[in-house]
């Protein structure tokens, strides 16, 4: 659910101790759709991979372009 303090709108997560921005619930959400899209496609071109590598391999093509 949305809070409203103020001028500022957050998100409310029960599974979670703090507010979530909605701009943070956005990228969290763009980054998923990412690997998954990712894993699919890799899935088709290496279909030698089990599901483990297969997100392994994918988390590191999403993941290591934000850490440079």
């Known amino acids: 659910p949305l809070i409203v303090d103020g ?4 998100m409310e997560f029960s599974d ?7 701009a943070f619930t956005l990228l969290a959400t763009l980054s998923v759709r990412l690997h998954n899209k990712i ?4 899935a088709i071109l290496r279909s030698d991979w089990d599901d483990e590598r297969l997100f392994q391999e994918t988390r590191k093509k999403t993941l290591l372009p934000d850490l440079r």
């Open 39 to 42: 894993a699919k496609d890799l």
């Open 16 to 22: 979670t101790p703090r507010d979530v921005t909605p």
């Open 7 to 10: 001028e500022a709108i957050r």
